[in-house]
């Protein structure tokens, strides 16, 4: 379970840097693109790890001597932490998106940007 609330935590972490930095690309700071895309891999790794403690966490409870009770409890909030991971994945592709627009040379945004 700590594996998997260290999971979210750092998914809630990256989701912020990201929608920061997305916010800032528009203001030319490369910095910037590189964090919001940097958030991306994060938000990747620990939805993967997240995935992967719930499955540690389930094994457990199945192979383990818990009551019924407890072990649907605990299933119950591993798959509701792990879920929240998963809300969180829509945004790398904001955060990408909007770091390649303003960044590829061909787009409308590095236009924008060069125009300022």
């Known amino acids: ?5 260290a999971a979210a935590v750092s998914s809630a972490e990256a989701a912020v840097i990201g929608m920061t930095a997305a916010a ?7 910095i910037d693109t590189e964090d919001a895309l940097a958030a991306v891999g994060r938000l990747i790794d620990n939805e993967h ?10 094994t457990n409870v199945i ?8 072990a649907l409890s605990v299933l119950e ?20 998106a909007t770091a390649s627009w303003l ?4 787009s ?3 236009r924008w940007r060069s125009s300022k």
């Open 1 to 5: 379970m700590i594996e998997l609330c």
């Open 24 to 30: 800032e690309v528009p203001e030319g700071h490369r």
């Open 49 to 58: 790890r997240a995935d992967a403690a719930e499955r540690t966490i389930t």
């Open 63 to 70: 192979s383990g001597t818990f009551d019924l009770k407890t």
């Open 77 to 96: 909030l591993a798959r509701a932490i792990e879920r929240a991971t998963d809300q969180l994945w829509p945004a790398s592709d904001i955060f990408s």
């Open 103 to 106: 960044t590829c040379p061909q």
């Open 108 to 110: 409308s945004g590095a």
